[in-house]
């Protein structure tokens, strides 16, 4: 039985309605900078909070968490490079496999160790495909995952990675070109994955306008995380925001 932020995300692929994860590291806010851009994120209509890194090196996850949930009542959802960024506090956990990898500690190793400590959080868990693309230069995910991302333009490579993924019965795919892109994740790429896939498609990675989440949308992702652009910019947050929900009339 799935829990409630995944009925969610699938009610909305059902209904064709598109959602805006706001991708907040740890180790680059403050709970000063969460009481400003937190209330700001709700205006606009950020329709999740998604928390975490490659790597982090701060040990405040739990007060970091406490601190969005005080401030929205979206779902808070742990999206860790780590076993280590766990957090009971909040709503759900993006529990990765590395499939586009060859590396068995993102595929299963680190899964194995942490498994009675997961198992114990009571979060609910997304069993999700993370697939790390290559995004025009190295970013921290391709290094800290130690496994050859995907190439830029081997769509075939991804539509495979991502039905293989689905049918062993992973409930979600994340395609990533790591934080803070040079170019994120294209179009033909997602639309490649999403026309032969069931089940909600995220795509994140160097989207740092409007258009390019719009792009993203209209190519076949039900989810679009943004998180390096709006650290730089937070006044992104609105024009993603309404991209994702309204569509860009100019594309
Ligand atoms: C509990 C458990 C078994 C944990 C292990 C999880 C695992 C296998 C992780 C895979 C490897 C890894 C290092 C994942 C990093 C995840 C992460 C936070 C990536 C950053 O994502 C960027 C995002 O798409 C937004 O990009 P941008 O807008 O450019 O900042
Ligand atoms: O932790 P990540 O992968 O989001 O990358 P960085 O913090 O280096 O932007
Ligand atoms: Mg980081």
Partial sequence: MQGL?????????????KSFALLIDPDKVTPALLQEL?????????????????LVISDGLD?????????TAKPVVLFPG??????????????????SGRNPELLIGQHVLSAPFVKKSGLE????????????????????????????????IALCTALAGEMLGLKLIYIDAGSGARRPVSAEMIGAVAQHIDV???????????????????????VV???????????????????????????
């Fill in 5 to 17: 932020v995944y009925q969610s995300l699938q009610e909305k692929k059902i209904r064709g309605a």
């Fill in 38 to 54: 937190v209330p700001r994120a709700e205006a606009a209509g950020v329709d999740y909070y998604f928390v975490g890194g490659s």
């Fill in 63 to 71: 007060e970091c968490v406490l601190a969005i949930k005080a401030l």
């Fill in 82 to 99: 780590a076993p280590s960024q766990l957090s009971r506090h909040a709503d759900a956990l993006l529990y990765l496999s590395l499939i």
């Fill in 125 to 156: 868990l997304m069993p999700t495909g993370y697939m790390v693309v290559d995004g025009g230069a190295p970013t921290t995910v391709s290094y800290i995952s130690n496994a050859a991302p995907i190439p830029h333009d081997k769509a075939d």
């Fill in 200 to 222: 909600p498609l995220i795509v994140g990675g160097g989207i740092r306008t409007g258009e390019a989440a719009w792009a993203a949308c209209q190519a076949g992702a039900d």
């Fill in 225 to 251: 995380v943004v998180g390096n652009a709006i650290e730089k910019d937070p006044a992104l947050l609105e024009e993603i925001a309404a991209a994702v929900h309204g569509g860009v009339t100019s594309l």
